[in-house]
């Protein structure tokens, strides 16, 4: 049985790439795995796609959850062809201003969770597989008023291309994806704390457009994925200018 894994899929860029992989992979696939926590939504979601599906309607942050899950794969025994690690959230605002829980919130889905689902998943992918991981340009470099969301997704892009160097002898691809702001409901959780960023707002992408993306570097098992020229000339400028000027800089467009 030949599957596609798709976590945090009942929104935002998991759902998009859901829609997208239903439409591309039409004989390859014999069912795609939908993973996120708000069941009604997978199930609309579900509704809507040509491939069968089974619905994990569960928080990937829970360990008895995820242990169901992984338990699912053993008795399943599937192919994993795709493994899309869409799950994730950030808080904006000034670290203290911030409670614990929630900053811990964002190490546990964004970095825990994904670690885990990734290593879980990798015992039933073969040659010829792809992984793909959602970072950020925010993993780009330092990001104050929004550092630990900054600081997991540079977490989600170090781990990303180093595993990917890891397993070219098995033939399968890690791609890390880093756009800039996307017009998805991210924003509603990321400015409760009333804390919004104008600036970087004028570069928001579709979500569509970054999939596609995403999955045309995936096909050709690019390490990272990047959209839009803007969000690619401040990946080369994080590359050049020291970070402590560019933070120094970017005050002034808060």
């Given at each position: 049985?030949?599957?596609?894994?798709?976590?945090?899929?009942?929104?935002?860029?998991?759902?998009?790439?859901?829609?997208?992989?239903?439409?591309?992979?039409?004989?390859?696939?014999s069912e795609i795995?939908?993973?996120?926590?708000?069941?009604?939504?997978?199930?609309?979601?579900?509704?809507?796609?040509?491939?069968?599906?089974?619905?994990?309607?569960?928080?990937?942050?829970?360990?008895?959850?995820?242990?169901?899950?992984?338990l699912t794969l053993?008795?399943?025994?599937?192919?994993?062809?795709?493994?899309?690690?869409?799950?994730?959230?950030?808080?904006?605002?000034?670290?203290?201003?911030?409670?614990?829980?929630?900053?811990?919130?964002?190490?546990?889905?964004?970095?825990?969770?994904?670690?885990?689902?990734?290593?879980?998943?990798?015992?039933?992918?073969?040659?010829?597989?792809?992984?793909?991981?959602?970072?950020?340009?925010?993993?780009?470099?330092?990001?104050?008023?929004?550092?630990?969301?900054?600081?997991?997704?540079?977490?989600?892009?170090?781990?990303?291309?180093?595993?990917?160097?890891?397993?070219?002898?098995?033939?399968?691809?890690?791609?890390?994806?880093?756009?800039?702001?996307?017009?998805?409901?991210?924003?509603?959780?990321?400015?409760?704390?009333?804390?919004?960023?104008?600036?970087?707002?004028k570069f928001m992408?579709?979500?569509?457009?970054?999939?596609?993306?995403?999955?045309?570097?995936?096909?050709?098992?690019?390490?990272?994925?990047?959209?839009?020229?803007?969000?690619?000339?401040?990946?080369?400028?994080?590359?050049?200018?020291?970070?402590?000027?560019?933070?120094?800089?970017?005050?002034?467009?808060?």
């Amino acid at each position: 049985m030949n599957i596609a894994i798709i976590t945090g899929a009942s929104s935002g860029m998991g759902r998009e790439t859901a829609r997208r992989i239903d439409e591309i992979y039409t004989d390859k696939l014999s069912e795609i795995w939908l993973v996120a926590r708000r069941e009604s939504r997978l199930q609309e979601l579900a509704a809507s796609l040509k491939h069968k599906t089974r619905i994990f309607a569960l928080d990937l942050t829970d360990e008895k959850a995820v242990s169901e899950f992984d338990l699912t794969l053993n008795l399943v025994n599937p192919n994993v062809k795709i493994l899309v690690n869409a799950s994730g959230f950030g808080v904006m605002g000034k670290f203290t201003d911030v409670y614990a829980k929630e900053h811990a919130g964002v190490v546990r889905l964004n970095c825990e969770a994904l670690t885990k689902v990734t290593h879980m998943v990798l015992s039933y992918m073969r040659r010829g597989a792809r992984i793909i991981q959602f970072a950020s340009s925010a993993a780009f470099m330092p990001q104050p008023g929004f550092a630990v969301y900054a600081a997991s997704k540079a977490y989600v892009l170090s781990f990303s291309r180093a595993l990917n160097e890891e397993l070219k002898d098995r033939g399968i691809s890690v791609t890390a994806v880093c756009p800039g702001p996307v017009d998805t409901e991210f924003f509603d959780i990321a400015e409760k704390n009333g804390t919004n960023f104008h600036f970087k707002k004028k570069f928001m992408a579709k979500q569509e457009d970054v999939v596609n993306r995403a999955l045309i570097d995936a096909y050709h098992r690019k390490d990272i994925s990047v959209y839009s020229p803007a969000m690619i000339l401040f990946f080369v400028i994080t590359k050049i200018l020291p970070h402590k000027f560019i933070m120094f800089f970017l005050k002034f467009f808060k």
